[in-house]
């Protein structure tokens, strides 16, 4: 065998069909399309048209709400935290903010912050500056002799403070307080507001 022999096996590669290019073609004419009709137009994208019949996506039943404004953040385990001091990448003495911990490799970017999540066991004594952090993580850090930062609560503060100083410029009377949910759906626009004050 030589090179100029070579060929890839019978039926390995099949050729485009060049429709619409006359009888002989097999496919002339019409090009497979059938008969008239809205079809065999180019331009059509009919998707989920039912012939004006109530289509199955608008048939079907809808949970949820995707709030384009809530925070993505960086989460990040106790364990893996122990892990990168154990190995001497993060220095437990120091603070420990988003910044250090991508620096030592525990988590690829900060995102819109860190938050600490509490699984595995934590040995060092951390100082942690964070976005926000999970109650279990808090228990833990603080029973090693830690302390936790969070600054959801104080950009959540420097947010009502102003929303208060603005309604006392108007006359209005304070908003009442909302129900208490998840931190995680704070909007990406409360926490730039919270910076600029």
Same mark, same amino acid.
């Given at each position: 065998m030589?090179l100029?022999?070579?060929?890839d096996?019978?039926?390995?590669?099949k050729?485009?069909?060049r429709?619409?290019?006359g009888?002989?073609?097999?496919?002339?004419?019409?090009?497979?399309? =059938?008969?008239k009709g809205q079809?065999?137009?180019?331009?059509v994208?009919?998707g989920?048209?039912? =012939?004006? $019949?109530m289509p199955?996506?608008?048939?079907?039943?809808k949970?949820?709400f995707n709030?384009?404004n809530?925070?993505k953040?960086?989460?990040?385990n106790? /364990?893996?935290i $122990?892990?990168?001091?154990?190995?001497?990448?993060l220095?437990?003495?120091?603070?420990i903010n988003?910044?250090?911990?991508?620096?030592a490799g525990?988590?690829?970017r900060e995102?819109?912050?860190?938050?600490?999540?509490?699984?595995?066991e934590?040995?060092s004594?951390l100082?942690?500056?964070? /976005?926000?952090?999970?109650?279990g993580?808090i228990?833990?850090?603080?029973?090693?002799?830690?302390k936790v930062?969070? $600054?959801?609560?104080?950009?959540e503060?420097?947010a009502?403070a102003?929303v208060?100083?603005?309604?006392?410029?108007?006359?209005?009377?304070?908003?009442p307080?909302a129900?208490?949910?998840?931190?995680?759906k704070?909007s990406?626009?409360?926490?730039?507001t919270?910076?600029?004050?």
């Amino acid at each position: 065998m030589k090179l100029n022999e070579i060929r890839d096996n019978e039926g390995a590669r099949k050729s485009r069909l060049r429709v619409g290019r006359g009888p002989g073609s097999g496919k002339g004419k019409t090009a497979g399309r =059938g008969v008239k009709g809205q079809k065999s137009r180019s331009g059509v994208a009919i998707g989920g048209f039912e =012939g004006g $019949q109530m289509p199955l996506y608008m048939r079907m039943p809808k949970r949820g709400f995707n709030n384009a404004n809530a925070l993505k953040l960086a989460e990040v385990n106790l /364990w893996r935290i $122990q892990e990168a001091i154990d190995a001497g990448k993060l220095d437990a003495k120091a603070e420990i903010n988003g910044a250090a911990l991508v620096a030592a490799g525990v988590i690829r970017r900060e995102k819109d912050g860190v938050r600490v999540l509490g699984e595995g066991e934590l040995k060092s004594k951390l100082n942690l500056v964070v /976005w926000s952090a999970t109650s279990g993580a808090i228990k833990a850090i603080e029973a090693a002799g830690g302390k936790v930062e969070q $600054q959801r609560i104080a950009a959540e503060a420097k947010a009502a403070a102003r929303v208060e100083k603005r309604n006392a410029e108007k006359g209005k009377a304070p908003a009442p307080k909302a129900p208490k949910g998840d931190e995680n759906k704070i909007s990406a626009r409360a926490k730039r507001t919270a910076a600029k004050a």
